[in-house]
């Protein structure tokens, strides 16, 4: 069964995290304290201020809107 799950904080850690719920089936949204850096990561689906080099998984919603 898929859970729904807010991850507060797109830092590293929090990137991370709900990357990995994602990629476990859970419907995640992820919220990032930064709006241009939460548009960056939807349109590029990468956080290229804490963890660039990690692929957010395309389920993975993110929003800065809280």
Known sequence: MS???AVIGGGSWGTTLAGLLADKGHDV????????LAVRMVRN????VYLPEYLLPQALNVTSDM
């Open 3 to 5: 859970e729904k799950i």
């Open 29 to 36: 949204t992820l919220w990032v304290y930064e709006e241009d």
């Open 45 to 48: 689906r990468a956080n290229d």
